[in-house]
């Protein structure tokens, strides 16, 4: 999860030094579990003066668990700490570069591949090609959509799925921090089952909305993590001696108001004003200019297997809150049932911590979208962003699980009658009539 202070020597020494790629040699991860009120206190503590190591999650008592990486230099300090405050922990990687090197990355060059394996990340390079052999494959259904562009000048590309014109839409957004690779790969294995399953719940969905699907919103961050340096979460554009905006920091909703840094070089630095990112300026005018057609917005991030729906910042329940959260808690049995995964879910708020300028308060708020929720993918702190590539695919099917679960609930609940819907239970309506005439 958040970053807040730490590593900077990394932070400020990195992102100019492009000719070789970091390595994390002997970096370890550690899984803390505190125990009581004093041990989040002291985590707390820690994460917010000490920069030598890096939380890779927040402590917050909504989680028992705290994920931090220590340079090999700074563990035995660490290690002490933890010791010396009886608090509980595993080391889950000694030297988390042996799992970097495992995550295998594919690059395809065929032209005519339209298969993606789901036991491995994909480059940019790949997953774009990806989608454009989608839109041969299916031509009249699926079409390529840009949603902006990056700083480095890269399209922010996407897919859009349509059966037919008029319908409401549902909105994925990916892959906003670029080391969370889970996420861009959950995203296009939605796109992927929405165009090949025979499954006819799976169906029915693809054909009743609109789909509008972007695995990868960073896309110079995502360039950056499989070239330079894999933990980089920003995007890329310069400010003074560092590196990056907090692409989900940036938005236009309670910019800076909490959760979020001033500080360039910090890993949650909201940039030097609200949508300064072309990332986020772009993509924020792409979606409005859909108008209301939205009914559900998703964005995937990762890890600490969470539903999360708006504020960032206000516990308060706004008008159909206690929806959003059955809705969601039920996408999240649904989740569950395949491999047993539990999620929590909740206002990010409370869940996590105080985090605004995010891209699903401005949707809730400035768009009215009915129902925006933020997935926090697996796992639960063991691997972290480094989540294992035999991980992949059960992830996904269950993440799929879950969206059509949700789709399911928010309907019982009265949302998402597309208007192919609609169509649907009049017809429904004027043939019991006609049943009813000739009784
Ligand atoms: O901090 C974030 O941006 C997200 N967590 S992550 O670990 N993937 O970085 C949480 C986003 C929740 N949404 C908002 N804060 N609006
Ligand atoms: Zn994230």
């Given at each position: 999860?958040?970053?807040?202070?730490?590593?900077?020597?990394?932070?400020?020494?990195?992102?100019?030094?492009?000719?070789?790629?970091?390595?994390?040699?002997?970096?370890?991860?550690?899984?803390?579990?505190?125990?009581?009120?004093?041990?989040?206190?002291?985590?707390?503590?820690?994460?917010?003066?000490?920069?030598?190591?890096?939380?890779?999650?927040?402590?917050?008592?909504?989680?028992?668990?705290?994920?931090?990486?220590?340079?090999?230099?700074?563990?035995?300090?660490?290690?002490?700490?933890?010791?010396?405050?009886?608090?509980?922990?595993?080391?889950?990687?000694?030297?988390?570069?042996e799992a970097i090197d495992k995550e295998t990355?594919?690059?395809?060059?065929?032209?005519?591949?339209?298969?993606?394996?789901?036991?491995?990340?994909?480059?940019?390079?790949?997953?774009?090609?990806?989608?454009?052999?989608?839109?041969?494959?299916?031509?009249?259904?699926?079409?390529?959509?840009?949603?902006?562009?990056?700083?480095?000048?890269?399209?922010?590309?996407?897919?859009?799925?349509?059966?037919?014109?008029?319908?409401?839409?549902?909105?994925?957004?990916?892959?906003?921090?670029?080391?969370?690779?889970?996420?861009?790969?959950?995203?296009?294995?939605?796109?992927?089952?929405?165009?090949?399953?025979?499954?006819?719940?799976?169906?029915?969905?693809?054909?009743?909305?609109?789909?509008?699907?972007?695995?990868?919103?960073?896309?110079?961050?995502?360039?950056?993590?499989?070239?330079?340096?894999?933990?980089?979460?920003?995007?890329?554009?310069?400010?003074?001696?560092?590196?990056?905006?907090?692409?989900?920091?940036?938005?236009?909703?309670?910019?800076?108001?909490?959760?979020?840094?001033?500080?360039?070089?910090?890993?949650?630095?909201?940039?030097?004003?609200?949508?300064?990112?072309?990332?986020?300026?772009?993509?924020?005018?792409?979606?409005?200019?859909?108008?209301?057609?939205?009914?559900?917005?998703?964005?995937?991030?990762?890890?600490?297997?969470?539903?999360?729906?708006?504020?960032?910042?206000?516990?308060?329940?706004?008008?159909?809150?206690?929806?959003?959260?059955?809705?969601?808690?039920?996408?999240?049995?649904?989740?569950?049932?395949?491999?047993?995964?539990?999620?929590?879910?909740?206002?990010?708020?409370?869940?996590?911590?105080?985090?605004?300028?995010?891209?699903?308060?401005?949707?809730?708020?400035?768009?009215?979208?009915?129902?925006?929720?933020?997935?926090?993918?697996?796992?639960?702190?063991?691997?972290?962003?480094l989540?294992p590539t035999?991980?992949?695919?059960?992830?996904?099917?269950?993440?799929?699980?879950?969206?059509?679960?949700?789709?399911?609930?928010?309907?019982?609940?009265?949302?998402?009658?597309?208007?192919?819907?609609?169509?649907?239970?009049?017809?429904?309506?004027?043939?019991?009539?006609?049943?009813?005439?000739?009784?």
């Open positions: 999860m958040i970053f807040l202070n730490k590593f900077l020597f990394l932070i400020l020494l990195v992102p100019f030094v492009s000719c070789e790629k970091f390595r994390f040699n002997n970096y370890t991860l550690y899984r803390i579990s505190p125990e009581n009120d004093q041990h989040y206190k002291l985590l707390q503590d820690i994460q917010n003066t000490d920069v030598r190591f890096d939380f890779w999650s927040d402590p917050t008592p909504l989680l028992d668990f705290v994920t931090v990486l220590s340079s090999p230099e700074d563990k035995d300090d660490l290690e002490e700490i933890l010791r010396g405050n009886k608090m509980k922990y595993e080391v889950t990687m000694q030297n988390i570069q990355v594919e690059s395809y060059t065929r032209s005519n591949n339209i298969s993606m394996s789901w036991n491995t990340y994909y480059t940019l390079d790949s997953i774009n090609s990806w989608l454009a052999n989608l839109i041969t494959a299916y031509p009249g259904i699926a079409g390529m959509i840009i949603g902006g562009r990056s700083y480095e000048g890269r399209d922010i590309k996407g897919l859009k799925i349509s059966h037919g014109s008029g319908r409401r839409a549902i909105f994925i957004e990916g892959g906003i921090h670029s080391r969370e690779w889970i996420s861009p790969s959950s995203a296009c294995y939605i796109i992927n089952e929405l165009l090949t399953s025979n499954d006819p719940a799976t169906r029915a969905a693809a054909r009743d909305y609109d789909w509008y699907i972007f695995p990868v919103t960073n896309p110079d961050g995502y360039v950056w993590t499989h070239e330079q340096f894999r933990l980089w979460r920003k995007n890329r554009r310069p400010i003074g001696t560092a590196v990056g905006v907090d692409l989900n920091r940036n938005w236009n909703n309670n910019w800076l108001v909490s959760g979020a840094s001033v500080n360039p070089a910090s890993d949650i630095y909201a940039g030097p004003g609200p949508f300064s990112e072309p990332e986020t300026l772009s993509l924020s005018e792409y979606i409005r200019s859909m108008g209301d057609r939205i009914d559900l917005y998703l964005s995937i991030h990762s890890f600490s297997q969470l539903l999360l729906i708006p504020f960032g910042n206000s516990t308060a329940a706004y008008a159909n809150y206690h929806d959003a959260m059955n809705i969601g808690r039920r996408a999240m049995g649904a989740l569950s049932v395949r491999y047993g995964t539990q999620y929590i879910t909740g206002n990010i708020a409370e869940a996590i911590y105080q985090a605004t300028g995010g891209s699903v308060d401005w949707v809730k708020e400035q768009l009215k979208v009915p129902l925006v929720y933020c997935y926090e993918l697996r796992d639960r702190g063991t691997f972290g962003f989540l035999d991980q992949i695919r059960p992830n996904n099917e269950e993440v799929m699980d879950s969206l059509l679960e949700m789709i399911h609930q928010a309907k019982r609940f009265g949302y998402m009658n597309s208007s192919n819907g609609l169509h649907g239970s009049l017809f429904l309506c004027f043939l019991a009539l006609i049943i009813k005439m000739f009784h």
